[in-house]
Every structure is written in C-alpha cells, then in structure tokens.
C-alpha cells in the first residue's frame, strides 16, 4: 500500500492518505517542517526537522511511528537543520545546517559519525545518489557540491586534501531550491533547480553541465520521470512545466527552449512534487494546502488531498515496513535521539569525525544483531497468539529482518572492497627503492 505524506511549514501537522483510495489514513500532530526537511527511514518511520521561526537559533528534529500521532523521539542538534535525506537502507540520516555545516548520524544509535563544512551559507537540500554512494548538496551561495561518502569517512584524506568534495558546480547565481538524480549509475544525470529561474542538468560523474533551462518563474522543486525522457519542474506561479531531458526542441513562443508543457490547475505556489511509478502519476502539494495526482497519461487531475490548515510545503509517497499492529501491541521500535555533538565531553570545540569508515562499518553488527534479536523476540509472541493479524505481522516481521541481515552482508562487502584498496594503496606507495629497475 503506498501512502501519501504531506506536512506543512505551519504548525499544522502531517497528513497522511491511501494513494490508491483517497482515505485518510492518520493525522500526526506538532509538525513545522522546512522544505524538504520530512523524510521516510527506509519505510519503518518518519523524521522530520523543525523550525517553527526563520530566525530560530535552535531547531529539533522529531520521529514518529506509522501508528501514533505524537512524535515520540525527539533530538535537539547543534544548530537548526533545515533539509534531511536518508540513504536507501535508512541506516543514516544527513541533515544540513543553517552555517552551511552538513551531519551525519548512524541510525540505528543515534551516533553522530561525521560533520564537516560544505557550504559558505545554509544548506538548503540534501539528496543520496540511487547507489547511496554520494551525497549531494544545494546551499543558499548558489552552489552545489557532490560528496563521496567513502572520501568524507577517510581521515587521511580529510587531513590532507585541500577539499573533500569530487564536485563544487557554481553555475546557480541564486540558492538553490531542490536538487533530484537519475538512475543511470555512472551515467547518472544530477537536475537541479534554482531562484534564478533556471533548471540545470549536469553529468553527476563529471560535474559537467548538459543543459540550462530558463523559466518564466522561480523553481521550487523538480521531479525526474523515472524513464528520464523528462522532468517536472513547481514554479512560483502556479504551474509545473513539463521539460525534456534528451529532445531537441526549438524555443517555444508560449514556454521556451526544450520546455514541452504544462500542468495548471494550482492557485499559489507549487513547492513540492513526488513521482508514483505504480500509478504512472505525479503528485504536487501548493501554498494553497491543496495536494492533488496528475495521471500524466491524459493530463487530468484523478484525486484530490486538503491539507488541515496552511500551506503544504513537503510531499512523500511511501510504502510503510513496520505494522501498526505490532507498534501498538509492543510499544515503540524507533531508534535513539540523535547525539548532539560527536564528542560529548568537548562541547565547546568545532567537533571533527574521528570514526573512520572501517569502525562505522565494523560497529553495525551489534546494532543490526539487536534489532534482529529484538525482531526475533516479538516473532515468538505473534506466533502463539496464533490470529491472523498476527501472521500478517509476522511476515512483516520476518520481512524486516531479512532486510536487516541483507543490509550487513552489503556493509561487509563495501568494507571488504575498501580494506583491499587501502591495502593496494600502502604497497604501491612504499615501493622498494630500485625495484621498478630490477623488474625491468
């Protein structure tokens, strides 16, 4: 079943519908997202980063389960976080900073692993490449830096390199508003949309520019088709621009260059979309608190979702992992806070990483084994009430931990492949004075 999440800048909550019948699902209360700060954990629950003022000093970021309306963990980081992403698996959560500075904490502890300096002004959005390996990230200076997960852990390169970034593309010359990637692995193309009116497609590989579309408005937010034939771009006005990726258009006299469409039926602002592959449709949420699907097919508005009250300013679609059923039965599995600072005992200084990549990696076992144990546990206690609710919640169960051990086969590979190039590494870089000669 996918749901549809929307949350509002306004301390209005989060909705939450049945995508396929329209139905509402559950109401979460005391929730005043920022833009693309609500994020689904890998489908087991929701995070969101809260800034209920512009001007806060401080900020939170809060989880909830699918099944409570209460947000029941709650985390207070050292600086307000606008925008959240997490990584396929939900084993990490990035949150970016109002001084530019972006986090990144371990799941399944709460563990503060990395913080590092990426931008000169606030983040403004966060997104994971479809392997998980890099990190991108959009500011408020305009630009957009793409960062390689196994470079940011690596201390001896962070101590060396003059930066840490494989990419810093400065075209934007306003902040940037949303950034989406392809699904064409080394091929990928990185999309990003900014204040200047302009949408950019870039080599993700490369960092190298392929294509500028101006618009008659600001861009708030884009979306890829999954097929990568074109994007959907929420402007200011009102509209969503349809736009090709590969075609070759000639300059329009209603849109403009390579700009192929529109959709219109919004009376404020389009600030959020989402793709739904199942149904061929796109979702767009509006300062109007309207969220409405488009069957792109035919162009027609199919359904309709009213926000509670104020605008709509995040919108998810999700396949939810965990059972209600068991949330309330057996009371809450979300993970711990998330650590303020990497070095409780040192608060005062400007805390650097010290956990490598090979002790993040080595330390996910006990992590994953408890909540595998934990899983197991309430597998035994659904098992003899012997209902049919209960071997639903089972199968979801049983689901979660095969999910759990194929996420630890895939660390210790990475852990592996990496263990053998720092290996290779070391041996070229200490070679036997003479030896290349006497090979010769």
């Not at 503060?112 to 998980?132: I, M, N, P, Q, Y």
């Not at 990185?190 to 960092?207: F, P």
């Not at 404020?268 to 488009?294: I, Q, R």
């Not at 490598?356 to 597998?379: G, W």
Request: with cysteine; charged share 20%; glycine share 8%.
């Amino acid at each position: 079943m996918e749901v549809v999440i929307a949350s509002s800048s306004d301390d209005a909550g989060i909705g939450c519908w049945d995508l396929r019948t329209g139905a509402e699902k559950l109401r979460y209360k005391t929730c005043a997202s920022p833009p693309h700060g609500l994020v689904s954990v890998g489908g087991r629950f929701l995070a969101s980063s809260q800034l209920r003022e512009p001007s806060a000093s401080s900020g939170s970021v809060l989880f909830w389960s699918w099944s409570k309306p209460q947000p029941e963990v709650k985390s207070f980081p050292a600086e307000p976080i606008k925008p959240l992403a997490a990584n396929s698996l939900g084993t990490y959560i990035v949150g970016g900073g109002s001084s530019g500075n972006i986090y990144l904490w371990e799941v399944a502890t709460g563990r503060l692993l990395k913080k590092w300096k990426a931008h000169l002004r606030g983040v403004t959005c966060l997104v994971f490449s479809e392997d998980d390996s890099l990190l991108i990230s959009g500011s408020e200076d305009g630009c957009i830096r793409v960062w390689s997960l196994f470079r940011i852990f690596d201390d001896v390169q962070s101590q060396q390199a003059s930066h840490l970034y494989e990419h810093s593309i400065t075209e934007h010359s306003l902040p940037v508003t949303d950034i989406v990637t392809g699904y064409g692995g080394c091929n990928a193309i990185l999309v990003s949309a900014s204040k200047d009116r302009t949408c950019k497609v870039w080599s993700l590989s490369e960092g190298r520019l392929l294509r500028n579309i101006v618009f008659p408005s600001e861009i708030d937010v884009i979306a890829l088709d999954p097929g990568e034939h074109v994007f959907y771009a929420g402007s200011r006005d009102g509209n969503i621009y349809i736009v090709a990726l590969h075609a070759e258009s000639k300059p329009s006299k209603v849109f403009g260059m390579h700009i192929i469409g529109l959709l219109s039926d919004h009376s404020k602002p389009v600030t959020c979309l989402a793709y739904s592959k199942e149904g061929n449709s796109l979702l767009s949420g509006s300062e109007d608190g309207m969220v409405k699907v488009w069957d792109l097919k035919t162009q027609n508005i199919i359904r309709m979702f009213r926000h509670a009250k104020g605008p709509v300013n995040n919108i998810l679609i999700v396949k939810p992992q965990s059972s209600p059923n068991l949330s309330k039965r057996h009371g809450s599995l979300l993970p711990p806070p998330l650590e303020k600072y990497a070095n409780s005992s040192d608060k005062e200084t400007d805390n650097k990483a010290v956990i490598a990549l090979q002790a993040t990696i080595s330390s996910t076992p006990e992590p994953f084994y408890y909540s595998s144990q934990l899983i197991n546990d309430h597998i035994k206690e659904l098992q003899q009430q012997g209902s049919a609710a209960a071997e639903i919640d089972v199968e979801r169960l049983k689901l979660d931990c095969k999910r759990s051990m194929q996420m630890l086969q895939q660390w210790k590979k990475m852990y592996d492949n990496l263990h053998e190039f720092c290996v290779d590494e070391l041996l070229d870089g200490h070679q036997v004075p003479g030896s290349e000669g006497n090979s010769a």
